[in-house]
């Protein structure tokens, strides 16, 4: 590569990572700064007063457990998903 095009990509990573940090107004997440759109949901469903048919069967013990079972949720998906492309990939060289 030219060496203008990897002083280019060099500023261009540099403010990519300054950016953000510039951006952050300080605000923490009891401000409500990381609120995504989960919660505003959440805030306006219970507003309206909406009472749940179901509950659930087991609650997690803590939320520790809860992201635990989400990472090994996401986990299983990815090593099906990456399976699946393997297979075909070499179905398609075996061709």
């Keep these: 590569m030219k060496t203008s095009t990897l002083i280019i990509l060099g500023v261009i990573c540099i403010v990519l990572f300054i950016a953000p940090l510039v951006m952050y107004s300080g605000l923490g997440e009891n401000e409500g700064y990381f609120g995504g ?24 013990p803590s939320g520790e457990i809860e992201s635990l079972l989400f990472a ?13 492309f393997g297979y075909w990939r070499g179905k398609g060289k075996e061709e």
């Design 72 to 84: 090994l949720q996401a986990a299983i998906g990815a090593i099906i998903i990456g399976y699946a």
């Design 37 to 60: 759109a989960d919660d505003a949901a959440g805030e306006t469903i219970e507003e309206s007063g909406f009472e749940p048919w179901f509950s659930s069967i087991w609650e997690p």
